[in-house]
């Protein structure tokens, strides 16, 4: 990873910044920051005025352009079967978590960062998304395979904006921004996971280079939240998503899965994250812990049905599992007072119906 380029986005925020305080921002130590100041300064990069502030020379501000951030990709096709009910009515990063739609809060980290030309992949309710085109002048790409395939066909509709590139998930919700005007190299970020687990786990060396991919593995940072493509990485994935798209059987995969197959010639870091600064909601009852709205207020018309019926408070409906992927077919399964029942709206009648589930299901 190219550490000017850390030094040199650090001191364009904060040009008065001590080298103690640079040392902890870049997570170097203060012998080897002073040593990397040095070397910067005798190669014009940057220099120091009287009141000892640190500046980017012209040739400086040539150099970080290579490494300039040009445009953030969102992933916002898919369906979200695990978030049903609420996934019926509105595309998961719609949701409003704090009382901000998700995909909303990451648009304007983005733009804080100085990230103003922004793609939505859209799909499953393609229309929902339509509003953020006049709110935050994003465009939209309809990717007709939603519902047939995974992520990767995704990123292969959208391979042509790949450059200097921020990978989003709509549905992730990030406490702090992330994200930066320069990049010095392409990562995955990276959360720490303590014990087993069966997510996808970032093996690492000392610079945090990224040397496997594993799925499942213990102790170990996994991949969780967004990603940067710089341009070396891009035009070797643009060729990778285009070969996997037209080879039989890759309708299920995920747009990762040819990073960790091709990790020999995709170099990336691990961006690893304190605890609690990127959040991916897996289900609904994970989102009633995180936003207490949810524990009795979703404002989604099933739960609200469901919740009268039995006269019980909607925190009380748990292990809600979608049936069928099919975002058509509105039923799902629940639990109330531990008794398993299945929720069906066909939209041909006034009311839904409740059945009891079999004792299988």
Known sequence: MNIAVLIGRTILKNPHITE???AKEIHLSLDK??????????????????????FLTDAGMNFMQKYKVDNAIITAAGFGSRFVPLSYEMPKGLLEVLGERMVERQIKQLHDAGITDITIVVGYLKEKFEYLIDKYNVKLIYNP???????LSTLY????????????????????NIYNEY?????????????????????????????????????????????????????????????????????????????KDKLHDLKFYCNCRPDNTVYEFE?????????????NNSGNAALEYIARVFEVSENEITCIKCLKSNAGDKSFLFNVKGESYIFNDSGTTTDPSINKAEKNN
């Not at 395979?145 to 992520?151: G, M, P, R, T, V």
């Open 183 to 259: 990049e010095p190299a392409a990562w995955y970020s990276g959360a720490y996971m303590q014990g087993d687990t069966s997510e996808w786990c970032l093996i690492t060396d000392k610079d945090n280079l990224v040397t496997d991919v594993q799925i499942g593995g213990a102790d170990s940072y996994v991949m969780y939240g967004p990603a940067y493509f710089d341009r070396e990485f891009s035009e070797k994935y643009r060729a990778y998503v285009e070969e996997y798209y037209d080879t039989p059987g890759t309708e299920n995969f995920y747009w990762e899965q040819i990073v």
């Open 145 to 151: 395979e939603y519902s047939s395939k995974n992520s």
């Open 20 to 22: 103690n305080e640079l």
């Open 33 to 54: 920051t002073n040593e990397q100041l040095k070397n910067m300064q005798n190669n014009g990069l940057i220099t120091i005025k009287e009141d000892n502030g640190y």
């Open 283 to 295: 289900n609904l009852e994970e989102l009633r812990l995180f936003d207490t709205k949810y524990q």
């Open 157 to 176: 509709h959208v391979r042509h904006l790949l450059k200097n590139t921020y990978i989003l998930a709509s549905d992730n919700w990030l406490r702090d």
